[in-house]
């Protein structure tokens, strides 16, 4: 059984032609909020390990364990090839670009002109030649699916921030909103600025009985868990194959006979974690905290005062300048 047909199986209906798949595919993961998927901890179609990883043992890992795991995971993964490191300027993939400099990995930035824009300080220093051994791809109409092609190059990606780190739908909400508990939030209309799957209209306790594997997995009750930390665990336990999914459709193949790609936060040790941090990395208060350990360790590595502070989470590869003004308006 290969992606396609593992996907087709769990989420869609076999579509009539494969245009009508990638549609499909893309209407699926374009709303960041849609949470259907995979359940990682039945693995119920036996595929953990072969299209995706499954969800490790609890046990307490720091930030810092994890990052030089997770390099080392790169490092091990080289093979003699050339990487090259999916940088969009957020959070997630700057984190991975200090990570290989800081270890001296030599390796080629790949973006686009909305990245540019959206660290344009980094970018400077870049094109700059500030860093070591570390040289500009400009990223092209399909130049990820050419790239991806090539035997000669390992890629590098941010992808699966967002299911260590949290889910960005709790920025849909407020505050007040993401740290009710489950039982409440069955009793008032909050889920109408989100998608829980078939879910649509309203947390109800239809909804907690579906994904009630995941509020148990966190040893909680509805009574005392939060909508985002039940939010982060639906990410982390059934969006996870999604994220891989769409990768999959650039040509990214991460297990087996062609792995060419290393999802730098998908390795047992950020997902333990994770699950060890899940508790502090939900609690943040304003949007401009969300991944705040992430900024944090960033800030260790180049002092980026602003970055620290203000720096927001957005889509991917997009234009995302605004931030800076958008939370300076706030504080």
């Known amino acids: 059984m290969n992606y396609d047909e593992v996907f087709h199986k769990i989420i869609l209906k076999p ?18 909020s849609t949470y259907q998927g995979y359940n990682r901890l039945t693995d119920p179609l036996n595929i953990g390990g072969k299209m995706i990883s499954l969800v490790p043992d609890k046990k307490l890992v720091t930030l810092e364990d994890a990052i030089e795991d997770a390099t080392d995971n790169v490092v091990k993964n080289i093979n003699g090839r050339d990487v090259y490191l999916l940088l969009s300027g957020g959070i997630d993939s700057t984190l991975v670009f200090y990570a290989l400099v800081k270890r001296g990995i030599p390796l080629t930035v790949v973006s686009d002109q909305y990245a540019v824009m959206e ?16 040289s500009f791809y400009p990223s092209l109409k399909n130049s990820f699916a050419e790239l991806a092609k090539d035997k000669n190059i390992l890629l590098v990606t941010g992808e699966i921030g967002d299911q260590t780190m949290g889910t960005m739908v709790n920025m849909e909400l407020t505050y007040k909103e993401r740290n009710t508990t489950m039982a409440d939030a069955v009793k008032i209309d909050l889920l109408h600025k989100i998608c829980i799957g078939e879910f649509k209209g309203n947390f109800t306790q239809a909804c907690i009985a579906t994904y009630g594997d995941v509020i148990t997995w966190l040893e909680k009750t509805p009574e005392n868990c939060t909508v985002a930390e039940f939010l982060w665990a639906v990410n982390f336990i059934y969006k996870y194959l999604l994220v891989i999914y769409r990768l999959y459709m650039c040509g990214m193949v991460q297990y087996g006979e062609g792995k060419n790609v290393v999802h730098f936060f998908d390795t047992e040790k950020f997902q333990q974690y994770a699950m060890s941090h899940y508790e502090e990395n939900c609690a943040y208060v304003e949007d401009y905290e969300y991944k705040q350990a992430f900024k944090d360790w960033i800030y260790t590595q180049n002092g980026d005062e602003e970055f620290r502070k203000y720096k927001l989470k957005v889509p991917s590869l997009r234009l995302s300048n605004y931030w800076r003004e958008r939370v300076r308006l706030d504080v």
Do not use: G, S
């Open 15 to 32: 579509p009539k032609d494969k245009d009508n798949q990638k549609y499909l595919v893309t209407q699926t993961l374009v709303h960041h």
């Open 119 to 134: 660290y344009m300080r980094l970018y400077k220093q870049i094109l700059h030649h500030e860093f070591k051994d570390v």
